[in-house]
Nanobody, 115 residues
Framework: QVQLVESGGGLVQPGGTLRLSCVAS????????MSWYRQVPGKERELVAS???????NYTDSVKGRFTISRDNAKNTVYLQMTSLKPEDTAVYYC?????????WGKGTLVTVSL
């Protein structure tokens, strides 16, 4: 079955850097678009960045120029490099992929940006 396992979250000071990883299994990774979402308690889950199977990417405006999404098809892994982190980036970050019929989610990794 499809599994997405995130890692790399933690506590970082404003202006700092983190790299999130998501290891995928149970499907042919190279054939699927992959995304990172984030969610703050009490708010809807927000799309942060996507990388398509062809390699194109897109980002929500608030992270453009600071975050970079990438993928390694040989390792079945998608990354989110986050730089110049701000307190408002604090959230649980989720890895996502979609089939024709449903979304698949990891369990999430917590990123806290604070002094």
């Amino acid at each position: 079955q499809v599994q997405l396992v995130e890692s790399g979250g933690g506590l970082v000071q404003p202006g700092g850097t983190l790299r999130l990883s998501c290891v995928a299994s149970g499907f042919i990774f190279r054939n699927y678009d992959m995304s990172w979402y984030r969610q703050v308690p009490g708010k809807e889950r927000e799309l942060v960045a996507s990388i398509f199977k062809g390699g194109n990417t897109n980002y929500t405006d608030s992270v453009k120029g600071r975050f970079t999404i990438s993928r390694d098809n040989a390792k079945n892994t998608v990354y989110l490099q986050m730089t110049s982190l701000k307190p408002e980036d604090t959230a649980v970050y989720y890895c996502n992929t979609k089939s024709w019929v449903r979304n698949y989610w990891g369990k999430g990794t917590l990123v806290t940006v604070s002094l």
